[in-house]
């Protein structure tokens, strides 16, 4: 089992920046990908940014909008998972979630098993 619980997330303005937590205990996540998504009101979950547990490789969406101005990374000693953002946008108001699953590289909500409860980022005009 891996748990995760993320933070920092809140209400700004536009033009801020955030950074977004992820703590992971449990098992080993060695040969885990890690990843952020993020989820609106009435629209479905969506991937924003992953990275691979072992050797650390980035991977983000295609949307140039949002790659521009996120990064994710990670401490595995302290076993946090980050998600820096900037420019923050109205558009960027979601959910934030913190996700790890076994399969390399994926973008699908479907192959990550486990989740946290989310972050809530919401971004005024």
């Known amino acids: 089992q891996v748990q995760l619980v993320e933070s920092g997330g809140g209400l700004v303005q536009a033009g801020d920046s955030l950074r977004l937590s992820c703590r992971v205990s449990g098992r080993t996540l060695s040969g885990h990908t890690m990843a952020w998504f993020r989820q609106a009101p009435g629209n479905e979950r969506e991937f924003v940014a992953g990275i691979g547990w072992n050797a650390g490789t980035t991977f983000y969406t295609d949307s140039l909008k949002v790659k521009e101005r996120f990064t994710i990374s990670y401490d595995t000693a302290e076993k946090m998972v980050y998600l820096q953002a900037d420019a923050l946008a109205p558009e960027d108001t979601a959910d934030y979630y913190c996700?790890?699953?076994?399969?390399?590289?994926?973008?699908?909500?479907?192959?990550?098993?486990?989740w946290g409860q989310g972050t809530q980022v919401t971004v005024s005009s």
């Open positions: 996700a790890a699953s076994r399969s390399y590289g994926s973008r699908r909500v479907e192959e990550y098993r486990y």
